[in-house]
């Protein structure tokens, strides 16, 4: 159920009650302003504090270096839908509403994490990729607690770097691109290129922190880079310019991958710097991660540059190299700076996380867990629990995690593998055979792990 609006029954209470406790305005400074920045398709070796030897990241570093810097945090799915509908409700994918990579919306029973925090006096806005949501639906981002969006409805509209419109709210705003095989969503191949729409995404962004700085708010900002425009077929990594990749003997793609990464991470750098600037710095908390893991899309070869790192798979797969993502928190004064947690936790975790952080309540019924303790080093990690994903596109998948232990399941009769991550964190041996006990155990967890709702009979 939607959340009652709580902040107009305190604001009524205060008026009528002269022993009531009103907060000041110093006191409701105190919550800390929350930015969430989710890449599009980041592998987990694409920046250097990750191991990245080739793709310049500087800026992302910088972040990790003051702020501290997770070796074992998971996405929600391996592909943006799913993934982001676990950021925003808190449910892993066994039972969340969104399960695979179909046009389905939130419905309105859905809470979101945007609705909580709004609850709390907090400025919500959306700037980027939703996904969660066509026009007209339940699931567009001001029906789901966002007060300003601004950016890409549909999937495959957002493939675009160069689309014809956006939309502002609920609205749409043309932009002078020509894409002559623009499909109904949006998605195509701009002819005429003079808008880049991470770079529109980047000043909104900016503008947003500088109108809201005297208030708290919470960002989402749900870039696209390094997306491919599938619509593009080998020319799908679309850039303005190479940058310093440009006299590289590389494929064009690979320039155009590396290329796009290091333009985020320079966006990124004008955010930490514009909250320096504007003395907000110690009062925001900064996320950074990828929804899922590298691709090998519009001509881009995710071995080249060692996108995954050690991790088997990519994008698509439950293997580690498909949900294990680089994630990163920067909060000045509050983390102790070069800091590296090996805690797994995952998307559903923010939810729980952020509502912890402004002083609000998560529901009851979701399955993430306040990870704030780990994150300013009160605890080092959190007590083991299971970790689930499943996953609906081309079949049906299954993975979960306890402690060591990870198990992958490709298909509904197929037998669970089972591998040891601190031992073989590239999943090349399959230790099913000779650890029955835990394979039992996961069999019995999976028993219960997730719900069948009506999404399985639209989504298969």
Known sequence: MKLKNTKKILIALCLTAAVSWCPTPSQAAEHPNIIFILADDLGYGDLGCYGQQRIKTP????????????????AGSTVCA??????????????AWIRGNRRIPLRPEDTTIAEILKEQGYRTALIGKWGLGEPDTTGVPNSQGFDYFFGYLNQRHAHNYYPTFLYRNREKVGLPNVVPNEDKAGAGMASKKLVYSHDLFTKEALYFIKENKEEPFFLYLSYTIPHANNEAGNKGMEVPEYGIYTDKNWPDAQKGHAAMITRMDRDVGKIRKLLETLGIAENTIVFFTSDNGPHSEGGNDPDFNNS????????????????????????????????????????????PTAAAAAGADAPDDIDGVNILP?????????????????FH????????????????????????????????????HNLADAHPKIVKKF?????????VSEFWKINR
Not at 59 to 74: H, N, P, S, V
Request: charge should be negative.
């Open 374 to 390: 780990v994150i300013t080093g009160e605890r080092k990690n959190i007590e083991p629990r299971f970790l689930f994903w499943e």
């Open 82 to 95: 799913p993934s982001r509908c676990v950021l925003m409700t808190g449910l892993h994918t066994g039972h």
């Open 59 to 74: 800026e992302i570093d910088k972040l990790a270096a003051e702020g501290i810097r997770f070796t074992q945090a998971y």
């Open 393 to 428: 596109e081309r079949g049906y998948q299954q993975a979960a995690r306890w402690m060591d232990w990870k198990v992958v399941r490709k298909s509904p009769e197929a037998p669970l593998e089972l591998y040891n991550l601190t031992a073989d964190i590239g999943e090349k």
């Open 308 to 351: 995954n790192g050690p991790l088997r798979g990519i994008k698509r797969d439950l293997y580690e190299g498909g949900i294990r993502v680089p994630a990163i928190v920067w909060w000045p004064e509050h983390i102790t700076p070069g800091r590296v947690n090996d805690t797994p936790w995952y998307f559903a975790d923010f939810l």
């Open 443 to 451: 069999e019995d967890y999976l028993e219960s792990a997730r719900t």
